[in-house]
């Protein structure tokens, strides 16, 4: 009798648990479907859908930094450093008109396991414009002659667009380019801009990243370090989009096939005459071909 009555209180306790959860989650998800949004729709709003490849995004915030206002800025008045990277040569060939293989304009890359970019010619170092017009002068010393508001251009590995973060993988002991640049941009007069694609989107804190991956425990094989970029404005194919049209701008998927491995699709939304706008700069930049071919 003892076994059978505890049964039965197991068996409410159960249920009545079951209960508290179902109606615990069915609250959870009413609270949250009740968050108030920042997100703005019009009544006459015309939305329509772009999907964009690696390259073609890349190509993409190239071509919105030339339209960035403090690029503008620097370019009648000023200096802009490149630093080496593939988002930072499409960006050299829409401002300069660099003309190099592509390969030749980064230093760290990711590649499939057993193999490796071969290129023709010299590499090319880091880019200096000053006043608009690409000047041959050393890196370290451009750096040097860094004034206020001078705009220097590295790119990242990590994102997390929601934290406003943004790090880069490197290989070198001594920091890198990122180590250089550091006391002009994070501390110093110099404004740092980070063109990245959302492909390179992660999760969680960047600072614990960094934190682990710090280079000071034993590795097995070749471990990179992550360094978190400071006080770094950070450009990705959102920020791009909005300046060559008023519109807002949401991802609705990831990745793909066929060549869309990788890529990312957008939604703009806005009036009829903004999202043209953007789906005109969208025509002339698909079909961008891959950064390297045939590789």
């Given amino acids: 009798?003892?076994?059978?009555?505890?049964?039965?209180?197991?068996?409410?306790?159960?249920?009545?648990?079951?209960?508290?959860?179902?109606?615990?989650?069915?609250?959870?998800?009413?609270?949250?479907?009740?968050?108030?949004s920042e997100i703005k729709r019009n009544?006459?709003?015309?939305?329509?859908?772009?999907?964009?490849?690696?390259?073609?995004?890349?190509?993409?915030?190239?071509?919105?930094?030339?339209?960035?206002?403090?690029?503008?800025?620097?370019?009648?008045?000023?200096m802009i450093i490149i630093t080496r990277g593939s988002t930072n040569t499409y960006i050299a060939e829409e401002l300069t008109g660099l003309n190099a293989p592509h390969g030749n304009f980064v230093t760290g890359r990711i590649t499939p396991s057993g193999k490796e970019i071969t290129t023709e010619g010299e590499r090319v170092p880091e880019i200096v414009i000053i006043d608009g017009k690409r000047v041959d002068m050393p890196f370290r010393e451009a750096l040097a002659a860094l004034k206020k508001d001078d705009i220097v251009f590295k790119g990242g590995n990590l994102l997390n667009?929601?934290?406003?973060?943004?790090?880069?993988?490197?290989?070198?002991?001594?920091?890198?380019?990122?180590?250089?640049?550091?006391?002009y941009t994070a501390e110093g007069p110099a404004?740092?801009?980070?063109?990245?694609g959302l492909e390179k989107e992660v999760y969680?804190?960047?600072?614990?990243?960094?934190?682990?991956?710090?280079?000071?425990?034993?590795?097995?094989?070749?471990?990179?370090?992550?360094?978190?970029?400071?006080?770094?404005?950070?450009?990705?194919?959102?920020e791009a989009i909005k300046i060559f049209g008023d519109v807002h701008v949401i991802p609705y998927a990831s990745g793909g096939i066929a060549g869309?491995?990788?890529?990312?699709s957008f939604a703009v939304y806005?009036?009829?005459?903004?999202?043209?706008?953007?789906?005109h700069l969208i025509s002339e930049i698909q079909g961008e071909p891959p950064f390297i071919e045939g590789l």
């Fill in 270 to 279: 806005g009036s009829p005459a903004e999202v043209e706008k953007v789906l």
């Fill in 161 to 183: 667009y929601e934290k406003k973060q943004v790090a880069v993988t490197i290989g070198s002991a001594d920091g890198g380019t990122v180590g250089r640049i550091q006391p």
């Fill in 204 to 238: 969680g804190n960047l600072y614990d990243y960094e934190k682990i991956l710090s280079g000071d425990m034993k590795g097995k094989g070749f471990v990179p370090r992550v360094i978190v970029h400071k006080n770094a404005e950070i450009f990705t194919e959102i």
């Fill in 43 to 78: 009544r006459d709003d015309t939305v329509s859908c772009i999907s964009l490849t690696v390259a073609e995004s890349k190509r993409l915030i190239a071509r919105g930094i030339t339209k960035h206002p403090l690029v503008q800025r620097k370019l009648a008045s000023g």
């Fill in 260 to 264: 869309s491995e990788g890529a990312k």
């Fill in 191 to 196: 404004h740092l801009i980070v063109p990245i």
């Fill in 1 to 36: 009798m003892k076994q059978f009555i505890s049964f039965i209180a197991s068996v409410i306790i159960s249920t009545s648990c079951k209960m508290d959860n179902k109606e615990t989650y069915k609250d959870f998800m009413e609270n949250e479907q009740n968050i108030p």
